[in-house]
């Protein structure tokens, strides 16, 4: 059955056809990978029918380290009054722009936690001075969770919260914190996060303003594919009510396995009776897939290099992924979890697109085409097979 299925992805016109959510369930858990990729590259190439993968020169900045929401995965939050906490000044995160500017970057992807310390003025005045020192470079700040949890901090609608941080110089609103909106799974990772309607309202109320926003999605907590399905179905339906209302939507969607290394999500799960936590490259894999055949709405599927590596990223390129992810510059989300290789220059990202045989283009936070030097490499060797 898999097959007729996947036959129905493109139509006889050559078009996307929109596949339903007991389909993408049935070809998650049955469908060969091989299959699918080969499904998923035709797909990249109905939205991005130029031989082109992208990838975007950006710095993250974690602006502080204090949060209340204490998810059991993870290893970067410290709770208030910690001997580790820490909270940035203008001046610390603008001498970090600074040097993005330097190498050429666009943009920030700048995330925290739910401080209870800060109020709207730390925020409203950091973008503010940012977007004053760094006109040229785009300012994605702040996950759905932190809208929540100013809001909870000033007594304001998240809407309004939303308003005025886009009146100090936001520009768009990262996906980070959705991890699985499917709250059987969501509320057992995180209970202090809310349900995945409070992540999805956030969003819907972002794209109403017109900010840049993209979705995510976490998996590997034990969860089963229909529950991995289920949440790309929430994110896709958002999708059809923010394009119907504002013509637009998210950008783009990443997916990557948790990272369980030094947190007490991954700690727990000891013993006897231990779940199947994390995914390997081959699952990985299915899921990029999987997510560019299902996504008839979404234009870009982006790879997640930071946590899978970049030969892994590099095959996820032939399982339907148009955009490879950024330079970042500086993380400590993902390491502080235990991924060691999280940063990349421009030219690894460059390299690694060429040996898929694709050509590479830099990118800014809305997809669009930016100026770009590909310097002459050495021939490289190929790459070794990625094993189950």
């Known amino acids: ?40 590259r035709k797909v990249r190439r109905i939205h991005n029918p130029d031989e082109i993968i992208t990838y975007l020169v950006d710095r993250n900045v974690n602006y502080t380290n204090i949060c ?18 820490y909270t940035q000044s203008i001046d610390q995160i603008s001498a970090r722009i ?40 785009a300012l994605d700040c702040f996950s759905p969770i932190e809208i929540e949890g100013i809001a909870d901090v000033t007594g304001l609608e998240t809407k309004e919260v939303l308003r005025q941080l886009k009146d100090a110089g936001l520009h768009g609103l990262p996906g980070g914190g959705a991890e699985m909106l499917v709250d059987d799974v969501r509320l057992n990772i995180s209970p ?4 995945a309607e409070n992540w999805l309202r956030v969003m819907s109320e972002a794209q109403d303003l017109k900010l840049t926003t993209s979705a995510t999605n976490v998996f590997g907590f034990g969860e089963e594919p229909k529950h991995r399905v289920e949440h790309m179905e929430k994110i896709r339906t958002l999708q059809d009510e923010s394009i119907q209302r504002n013509g637009d939507g998210f950008t783009s969607f990443i997916s990557w396995p948790v990272q369980l290394e030094n947190n007490s999500f991954g700690r727990r799960n000891r013993g ?76 690894e990202l460059q390299r690694t697109i060429i040996r898929s045989g694709h050509h590479p283009k830099k990118r800014d936070s809305d997809y669009n085409l930016l100026t770009t030097t590909i310097p002459d490499f050495e021939p490289m060797p190929t790459p070794v097979p990625v094993k189950p």
């Open 1 to 40: 059955m898999w097959n007729y299925i996947l036959d129905s992805v493109i139509t006889p016109e050559g078009e996307h056809a929109r596949i339903t959510v007991e389909d993408a369930t049935f070809l998650y858990e049955n469908a060969p990978l091989e299959a699918l990729m080969k499904v998923a």
């Open 98 to 137: 600074g040097e993005l500017e330097a190498i050429g970057g666009s943009r920030v992807l700048m995330q925290g936690g739910v401080n209870p310390e800060l109020g709207m003025e730390y925020y409203t005045d950091l973008l503010q001075a940012l977007v004053q020192r760094h006109p040229k470079i």
């Open 272 to 347: 006897a009776n231990r779940l199947e936590l994390g995914a390997g490259p081959m699952e990985y894999l299915r899921q990029v897939a999987v997510s560019r055949i299902f996504f008839d709405n979404i234009v870009h599927i982006q790879a997640s290099w930071p946590t899978m590596g970049l030969d892994v990223a590099q095959i996820a390129i032939d399982a339907g992924a148009d955009d490879i992810g950024s330079t970042m510059m500086e993380e400590n989300v993902v390491s502080a979890s235990g991924t060691t290789k999280v940063l990349a220059s421009e030219s």
């Open 68 to 85: 209340t929401i204490n998810c059991q995965f993870c290893s970067f939050y410290r709770p208030p009054g910690h001997k580790e906490v």
């Open 192 to 195: 202090k996060k809310g349900s």
